[in-house]
């Protein structure tokens, strides 16, 4: 199978490099975004999946742009493909590009579609408290995530499961799935299954006011489910006096037993609670305890919260 693979990120570098197991499986080319300048120092930076196939010498492009991009469909069609496979590449692909391979392109992602349609579909779920997802193998269109579906499998997320975690899970499952997937579809051995239209639903890109919290307003549940998605990047935040304040590693699943321990006068919503010596929590709009285990104050260093309170006594007092 002659496949060039679209990709940019972590993600899509670990699907490409479990594929090429297969002796069957021949990736001509990678097509990834452009080196970007990245940190304070502005240092140009590849993605992960061209570092990847750098190192396995597997020809690489970057167009800066692929739509009426005559130079960059001439080479795709002079490599006479049988797929094109796109996982997390960034760009919508034109339909120059979709009619170029054999069998068309084909496109790996992370929700039970139609559910969750575009571009943050993992971090969706979590956000809702799903307690399942799917992975889902599919025929490409103009259109984001909208053309037949050709394979699914079903995903459990667990209650402490964060997005990289489900990332995680999906690698374990894509290779094979996608290698089966792959071979049925040149056996004609699958009847591709169309969307359902009216029970379509859309996420939007993550943009900073997603992951921001509000004690006052938002229940502990909803915050954690908030930070699962938002983990390891870019972490939920709220202000601490006039700065900004990451939370970066927390709990609430199991905090029953402890919000029994105090009085609804000390249940004050949106108030700092101190459980034990190396327990601190806050308590939220529905007066159950998001428990805080790691943090980071604007220009300063990420901390356990022992850590924090032993330089910000005042934290203890404090209400957000």
């Known amino acids: 199978m002659k496949i060039a693979f679209f990709g940019s990120g972590e993600f899509s ?17 990678v097509v990834s975004t452009p080196d970007k300048m990245v940190g304070r120092k502005q240092i140009l930076e590849m993605t992960p999946l061209k570092r990847s196939a750098q190192k396995k010498e597997i020809q690489i492009l970057q167009p800066e742009k692929i739509r009426k991009n005559e130079v960059f469909f001439k080479t795709l069609n002079e490599l006479d493909l049988d797929f094109i496979i796109v996982v997390a590449y ?7 590009i979709l009619g170029i391979p054999k069998f068309w392109c084909i496109n790996i992602h992370g929700s ?13 779920s979590l956000k809702n408290g799903d307690k399942k997802t799917w992975l889902t193998i599919m025929y490409m269109s103009e259109g984001m995530d909208e053309w037949d579906i050709l394979a699914q499998k079903e995903v459990k997320i667990d209650i402490v499961d964060k997005a990289i975690d489900i990332f995680k899970k999906f690698e374990e499952i ?6 089966n997937t792959l071979h049925k579809i040149i056996k004609k051995e699958i009847i591709p299954k169309k969307q359902e239209e009216a029970r379509a639903n859309y996420c939007s890109k993550i943009n900073k006011e997603d992951w921001k919290i509000d004690f006052h307003t938002m ?3 909803d915050i954690y489910n908030l930070f699962r998605a938002y983990f390891p990047w870019p972490w939920i935040y709220t202000y601490y006096e006039k700065k900004k304040f990451d939370i970066e590693n927390c709990y609430f699943h199991d905090t029953r037993e402890v919000e029994k321990s105090f009085s609804e006068e000390q249940l004050l919503p949106w108030k700092v609670l101190k459980i034990d010596k190396r327990t601190i929590g806050i308590v939220c709009a529905d007066k159950k ?3 805080l285990n790691q943090v980071k104050l604007e220009w300063k260093k990420s901390m356990d919260i022992v850590s924090f309170i032993n330089g910000n006594k005042n934290f203890l007092d404090y209400n957000f």
Not at 174 to 179: K, R
Request: without cysteine; positive net charge; glycine residues 4%.
């Open 289 to 291: 305890i998001l428990i």
């Open 174 to 179: 894509a290779p094979e799935l996608l290698y």
């Open 13 to 29: 570098k670990n699907i490409f490099e479990s594929i090429l197991i297969y002796k069957d499986v021949n990736i001509v080319l």
């Open 112 to 124: 039970l579609l139609p559910l969750y349609r575009w571009a943050s579909p993992i971090q969706e």
């Open 219 to 221: 229940k502990a549940g």
């Open 90 to 96: 960034g760009k919508i692909i034109p339909k120059e």
